[in-house]
């Protein structure tokens, strides 16, 4: 989970008026807003996002499990109404940090939760290409818990300050219980009796669903939807993405599956059967960025604005890179118009350009970078901080210090496509000669824009941020680095968790009663996809 978001910003937003102007009637602007579904050279600029709300869900519900079953792996992000008490969150003691987030789970609620899904189409690698390509679907839940919670008023001036629509959730969230307070029913089935059939005309990879999905919306469908999306998920035996899991994951369990267990051990035991192998485990892309990437800095905004920098450069070099492919199949759905929201992830004007000159910082505009955000990705006192809150700043900065430390080593690494060539600039400041930074002295460029904030956003930036440092080990076998999985990050610790059985350990029971189902078919799901390989061998 990452609770930073400073450059996020959104582009456009339909609306159900602006539906008629995607027809044949405006073809140059309906192939413009198409074009923003594609990266396919490698320049990330924008994120379609897929809002989820009460009054869309039975629409888009189907949407939803198709993409899932499509998937190759979900990243997944949550937006809450507060964390609890932040003193047994510091605790060297593990049980007692647990106890702490426990708590916080079992009386603060979710607010939205987003759901990133990637299916890899291809691998290729020529000697003019080398390129893995996605298609994705993002969606943000807005989600309405219908128990009483506590709402922290930090957390509130959070969400405001990121355009967070309260209003909106308020009236159109998602409701959902506890998961004490009702248990799962199984209403999504396929095959019962006197259930009713639909079929969807989509286009894209879903169009190549090879069954008829069958939905059974139930009285209690909409209190229950929520742990039935996430039972759907885990059924689906495929790896999970996260981002400083640990919160989300005890937050999941009790919100969406069962009652959280007292002991840390018995919690890590229950999820150990989630993730039991290469084929469904977890990944966290806070661990994987410290322990295997080893970058300067692992808080979200920073691990995925770096790799969408360096997938650019990498792709200009005809070197591996990530292209991603949003799913487009849903504008041709008007009913559905005002819930695509695409979102501005755009690199810094001129990045992409071959002539570029290197932008030297002297000792003065470096110090205008504020020290804490460069480092957490956050600072307590943005609204009346003077410093500079930018992560391209920081990633420039970065990026100047390591071609300093290559021009002492006597090194030459051409980095001229994307202007970080050692250059008479660079020269300049070596010798102690002082250049301004185009745009620190621009009033806009103190403080990043930040007009909307997203749980979709942020699952989705995990997502790729895992393809993308994960890529060479993808290029060659299409699955991720298993060594790498089943950790999660513990600040303060050298050392992570990791999810495995403990021994001594019992799994408890309301776990075991959930758990079966879920196991169940998983089951029928691999011993189907057994069958369909051997069909494919003979």
């Known amino acids: 989970m990452e609770l930073s978001s400073s450059f996020r910003k959104s582009l456009y937003m339909a609306s159900a008026e602006d539906a008629p ?98 299916k890899l189409l291809k691998r290729k690698e020529t000697r003019q290409k080398k390129r893995i390509r996605y298609k994705c679907q993002v969606f943000n839940i807005l989600t309405f818990c219908m128990d009483p919670f506590i709402v922290e008023p930090s ?70 939807s929520l742990k039935i999306l ?27 599956y069962a009652d959280l267990p007292e002991k840390l051990a018995e919690f890590v035991t229950n999820i150990s059967d989630w993730f039991p192998d290469a084929s469904a485990c977890i990944y966290d892309s806070k661990y994987f960025s410290e322990y295997c990437v080893r970058m300067n800095a692992s808080f979200l905004e920073y691990v995925f604005r770096k790799c969408q920098r360096e997938n650019a450069v990498e792709a200009s070099f005809s070197r591996l890179y990530v292209s991603i492919e949003f799913d487009s199949s849903m504008l041709s759905v ?67 210090r390591q071609a300093k430390l290559r021009s002492r080593r006597k090194r030459r690494y051409d980095f001229s496509t994307k202007s970080i060539a050692v250059n008479n600039d660079e ?58 999985s089943n950790r999660l990050p513990l600040p303060g610790k050298m050392i992570p968790l990791v999810i495995r059985k403990y021994e001594h350990t019992a799994r408890t029971h309301d776990h075991l009663e959930i758990w079966d189902s879920i196991k169940s078919e998983r089951r029928k799901r691999l011993g189907s996809l057994g069958a369909v390989d051997q069909l494919q061998s003979e």
């Open 21 to 118: 102007r995607l027809g044949l009637d405006d073809g140059c602007k309906a192939a413009g807003r198409l074009a923003m579904f594609r990266s396919r050279t490698g320049r990330l600029s924008h994120i379609v996002v897929v809002e989820v709300n009460q009054k869309n869900f039975k629409t888009l519900w189907p949407y939803l499990l198709i993409s899932l079953k499509e998937a190759s792996f979900v990243a997944i992000d949550l937006e809450l109404s507060g964390l609890g008490i932040c003193q047994g969150w510091n605790s060297l003691n593990i049980e007692e940090r647990y106890g702490a987030i426990r708590e916080g789970a079992r009386t603060r609620s979710i607010l939205s939760l987003g759901i990133s899904t990637f």
């Open 155 to 224: 957390s509130l001036q959070f969400l405001v300050r990121n355009k967070f629509d309260l209003n909106r959730l308020v009236e159109l969230g998602v409701p959902y219980y506890f998961s004490s307070s009702d248990k799962v029913k199984s209403t999504v089935i396929d095959g019962l009796e006197n259930v009713k059939p639909f079929s969807l005309n989509l286009d894209g990879f879903q169009n190549d669903m090879p069954y008829r999905l069958r939905v059974d919306i139930a009285t209690n469908f909409q209190e229950n």
């Open 230 to 256: 996430w039972k759907q998920i885990l059924e689906r035996n495929i790896p999970l993405m996260l981002h400083n899991g640990l919160v989300d994951l005890i937050f999941l369990y009790q919100q969406f």
């Open 427 to 484: 020269v300049q400041y070596l010798k102690g000669e002082q250049t301004k930074v185009a745009g620190l002295e621009n009033p806009e460029t103190k403080k990043n824009s930040t007009r909307c904030h997203k749980a979709g956003v942020d699952s989705f930036m995990t997502g790729f941020s895992m393809a993308y440092m994960s890529r060479m080990k993808l290029l060659r076998s299409g699955t991720f680095e298993f060594d790498c």
């Open 334 to 400: 008007s009913s559905l118009s005002d819930a695509i929201d695409i979102v501005s992830c755009q690199l810094p004007e001129g990045f992409y350009l071959a002539d570029v000159k290197v932008n030297v910082p002297n000792e003065e505009e470096r110090r205008c970078i504020c020290p804490k955000y460069a480092v957490y990705g956050f600072c307590n006192s943005k609204s009346s901080c003077s410093l500079l809150h930018n992560i391209d700043a920081v990633l420039d900065v970065e990026e100047l």
